[in-house]
């Protein structure tokens, strides 16, 4: 079994253009990168251009393909406006957004701040809004068609979590978005979806999600029923298809990456899977005893 090995044949994303928010580090690199190898050009985002430029050059080195770094803070809508003009400068036409910028820390939520809840609402609700709205409004505006925006959420979206509210608070209302979208803008010729995934170690993300020695005490590996963690080219394998012609009956769809992890929290009785099987013999004979009574 090799889940590391790459899945789309090379020349699935030739002469697409796309967008990555957040692209220059963590797992937006790592789908930056399957997505340049695929023979797209890409343009990365976010607030630090000196971080940016640095992993376009990285990134076209190893690849050999054009990716175009471009400050931006998604939080302003004119700032992505201005981002969506210089992709267009540089490669013509944009056929893929990836919201992919987020922002997160883990806290009680009483101790938040109200700037501190808007902080990270703002980095992706709004964010992922404004450049799906810049974007989509421009694509319907042209007549361009075959578009489609894929978003990064993850399974608290729908399960909801303590301890990082704002942050799911935020991805619900992406998914609901991409949802939503998925139907009124089906007519535009745009698709919508979204992955969620479980844990991709990224040194950024779980140093602040984990910070000290809460990693060794909080093995997320533990948690996963296929016990181990994703590799990064599983999800670039994912995201390259979704973004893909080969996914273009594909919309309104979030897809789990989690090794099972969510569900394993969901089913009431899943934490059985401490009993022995001694215990299994112990506990059936219980069983079978009370059920003769
Ligand atoms: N606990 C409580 N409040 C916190 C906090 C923490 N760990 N970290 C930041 N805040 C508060 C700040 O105090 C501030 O509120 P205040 O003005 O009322 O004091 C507010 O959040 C904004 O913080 P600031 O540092 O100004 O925001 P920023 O825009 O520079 O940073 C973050 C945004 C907080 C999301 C930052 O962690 C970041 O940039 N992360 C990078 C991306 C990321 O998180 N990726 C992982 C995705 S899973």
Redesign the pocket.
Known sequence: MDFKKKMLRDDALEGKTIIVT?GGS?LGMSMTRYFLELGANVVITSRNLEKLKASAKTLEEETGGKCLPVQCDVRHYDEVEHMIEQAHTAFGEVDVLLNNA??????PTE??????FD??ID?VLKGSKNCTLALGKYWIDKKQTNKTVLSIVTTYAWTGSGYVVP?ATAKAGVLAMTRSLAVEWAKYGIRFNAIAPGPFPTK??WD??LPGDLKEKFDLAKKVPLKRVGDHQELANLAAYLVSDFAHYLNGEVITIDGGEWLKGAGQFNLLEMVTPEMWDQLEEMIRSQKKK
């Open positions: 957040g963590g987020a922002g997160n820390f883990i806290s101790r938040l701040s109200a700037n501190a902080t990270i980095i942050s950024g993300a602040r999600l």
